[in-house]
């Protein structure tokens, strides 16, 4: 089975990341079970100083054994992804160049790409039965906000919680209209079919 590490930046992700790349292995073949171990959390903030990302770069090959692949996953809050990505991708593979690598950056956050697929989650997690997507879901500031006002005044959005479950639940194919998503889908889905050839 391909064996993959997960670089992220927040909590949420830690556990919604390898439910995420599971259900696009599914989709790619139904036999296809990659592990996603081991998770490293690190905050955006500090990923992006000098050194850090090749120290968590290097850091994963070697939980990793030197086998597998390495998927980097953060918010992009106010960057750009078509910008800031290229630039870590260039710095991941220069500490690594032996083993794949994909660098996916969400624009805003890893939650706007369930915005994008709201109808899907209608009244799941507590969410309301008659929310609609956003025309625009990655240019919401604070997506787990929006998500928060569609549930019930005595529950708050959980990111460990609900990020998960939620990502187990949206609409893949949805969720593709948003830009950042159809790039992780397609990195997704290019890292697991070298690793399944290699």
Known sequence: M???AAIVGGDGECEAVPVLVRRIAREIDPGLVPIVKPVLKVPESRL??????ERTVELAANKLGGQGGI?????????????DGPKLLRRAVAARSDLPISVVLAKREFEAWFLASAEVLRGQRGLSAEMTAPTHPEEIRGAK????????PDRAYSETADQPALAELFDLNAARRADSFDKCYREIVKLLKTLRAS
């Open 145 to 152: 906000e929006w998500l928060a006002e569609r549930m019930p």
């Open 71 to 83: 998927l980097i996953l953060l918010d992009c809050d106010d960057g750009c992804p078509a910008v």
């Open 2 to 4: 391909p064996r993959l």
């Open 48 to 53: 992006i100083k000098t050194g850090e990302l």
